[in-house]
């Protein structure tokens, strides 16, 4: 991924944020030979920093899984489409402004293990439930003979264990202040939630770089 200077994260507190918010990924396992195997799906992540998360156990992702294999985690977000218009230059003509797309991408290069113990697989889920259905509802998670326990059987965990981090902010970083801000009224004014997203991230990055500049 191509990552300039202005879009980088300002600091690993930000891409945590980012992911803290953003649950839903694709886990990306290279093969020897032919296309990787590519598989959308929640996630959470560990106190140590750990990706966890659970798949069917016929998912295709774990014919191509070793122990300790490499593999690539990506999570996007606040995609958002520039039109030409919107990012013209103060006073050229707006039709050949150069349209442009902001978003935030964290992409973890990790090592894989898979989880086949009964106890660690309803860890993972106990984990996943405990995010994604906090107000609970649900039978209490484990290896026995209780429905879900039975169905352990039918589901592998798989634990990322994060290498290296790349993480994206292109949110106007390269242009003034003045024009982001410019920018950031057109997404107010347009108002999806997407938007809104890549909005609050222009504005949050353009706040902390004014605060470092020092006054003259």
């Known amino acids: 991924m191509l990552i300039r200077p202005p879009d980088r994260a300002l600091d690993e507190d930000e891409w945590r944020a980012f992911l803290a918010e953003h649950d839903f990924g694709q886990l990306i396992v290279p093969r020897g030979q032919g296309m990787p195997v590519v598989v ?17 156990r016929e998912n295709p992702a774990f014919d191509a899984l070793g122990a300790g294999r490499e593999v690539l985690f990506t999570v996007i977000g606040a995609y958002s489409y520039i ?6 230059k103060t006073g050229a003509d707006p039709r050949y402004g150069i349209p442009t797309s902001y978003y935030v991408a964290v992409q973890l290069t990790s ?12 860890a993972i ?11 609970g509802g649900h039978a209490p998670v484990g290896p026995g003979d209780e429905p879900y326990g039975r169905a352990l059987a ?3 965990g798989i634990r990322l264990r ?13 242009k003034s202040a003045a024009h982001r801000r410019k920018i950031a009224d057109r997404l107010r004014q347009r108002g999806t939630r997407l ?21 003259g």
């Open 40 to 56: 959308p799906t929640h996630f959470v992540l560990d106190g140590g920093g750990d990706v966890l998360f659970h798949l069917a």
């Open 83 to 88: 039109p030409t218009d919107w990012n013209a």
């Open 111 to 122: 090592d894989a293990s898979v989880v086949d113990e009964p106890g660690g697989v309803a």
């Open 125 to 135: 889920l106990a984990l996943q439930l405990a995010h994604f259905q906090p107000e």
């Open 154 to 156: 039918s589901i592998r």
């Open 162 to 174: 994060v290498r290296s981090v790349q993480a994206k902010f292109k949110v106007g970083g390269n």
């Open 195 to 215: 938007d809104l997203e890549a909005r609050d991230h222009l504005l949050r990055r353009l706040e902390a770089q004014e605060r470092e500049i020092p006054k």
